[in-house]
């Protein structure tokens, strides 16, 4: 084949692109550094596409590029068969330094939140079940991150512990909401349940089968001095809890004073049972 045509070589760098979008391995060194660390066969999918969108683009890049260097420049084909090597190195290279430059940013950004974040207020208040009944601590906390939009889904929320033994089971977040008040500052509310609580509690949307509205009691250990069984649950006193934030850092009980066992018991309002 002669290449003194400008049709024969766009029609050859096109083969091409496209044979190696389609017929290249997805999980390959180069793909894992720009698109993801393991794969799916849903993952290998976008990939397969993506390099299918690129090998077009390159395609049309090439395309004008020799519209415009030989029809207008009237130029020798070197500089296009040149373009058709260099074009897809360009184009891969392009979406991965703004990714470079985008987690470089994250980084900047997150160091300065964890610098300058700071809490505003704190306050707690008892959670209440669909049904209107008790069931857990609601905590609602106003912070200022400096530009923290961007990244404020990725910081953690506020977690609960208790105070003090027996009870050790802890708190599962079962929602958070996030509300921006300007740039910077935010109020954030997180509904906390202890761990005991049934699948349809914790769970609204789980399926609604008899098993789901089992309490999720933890055997006790052997020889343990804390555990959270029935028994130490119904047990226990109104307590404090102690909140825990990380960014900014935070830790202080809560105002309030909750019972365990009437958390136990507005689950039951809402049809919770024993199931051994």
């Given at each position: 084949m002669k290449f003194d045509n400008p049709r024969r070589i766009l029609a050859l760098f096109a083969a091409l692109y496209f044979g190696i979008a389609l017929f290249i391995p997805v999980y390959t060194p180069f793909l894992e550094d720009l698109y993801f660390s393991s794969f799916t066969w849903e993952q290998a999918i976008v990939v397969r596409a993506v390099l299918t969108g690129m090998a077009g683009l390159s395609s049309l890049a090439l395309w004008m590029?020799?519209?415009?260097?030989?029809?207008?420049?009237?130029?020798?084909?070197?500089?296009?068969?040149?373009?058709?090597?260099?074009?897809?190195?360009?184009?891969?290279?392009?979406?991965?330094?703004?990714?470079?430059?985008?987690?470089?940013r994250a980084r900047v950004l997150w160091a300065r939140i964890k610098t300058e974040s700071r809490l505003i207020s704190m306050e707690d208040e008892e959670l209440l079940s669909v049904g209107g009944h008790p069931v857990g601590v609601r905590l609602r906390y106003q912070v200022h991150y400096p530009e923290g939009g961007e990244i404020l889904a990725h910081i953690p929320p506020a977690t609960l512990l208790t105070e003090s033994s027996p009870y050790s089971g802890g708190f599962g977040a079962l929602k958070k909401e996030s509300r921006a008040l300007n740039a910077t500052d935010y109020v954030i509310t997180v509904d906390l349940l202890p761990n005991f609580m049934p699948r349809v509690v914790?769970?609204?949307?789980?399926?609604?089968?008899?098993?789901?509205?089992?309490?999720?009691?933890m055997p006790r250990a052997p020889g343990s001095q804390v555990d959270s069984s029935r028994a130490v649950v119904l047990d226990t006193p109104p307590q404090t809890f102690r909140i825990n934030l990380g960014t900014p850092r935070y830790s202080a009980p809560t105002r309030g004073t909750y019972h365990l066992r009437q958390f136990y018991e507005g689950a039951q309002q809402d049809g919770a049972k024993e199931c051994s």
């Open positions: 590029f020799c519209r415009f260097w030989v029809g207008r420049r009237s130029r020798g084909l070197a500089g296009v068969v040149l373009a058709g090597f260099l074009l897809p190195a360009v184009i891969v290279e392009v979406p991965r330094e703004l990714s470079r430059s985008q987690r470089q914790v769970f609204p949307g789980y399926s609604r089968d008899s098993t789901s509205f089992c309490f999720n009691w």
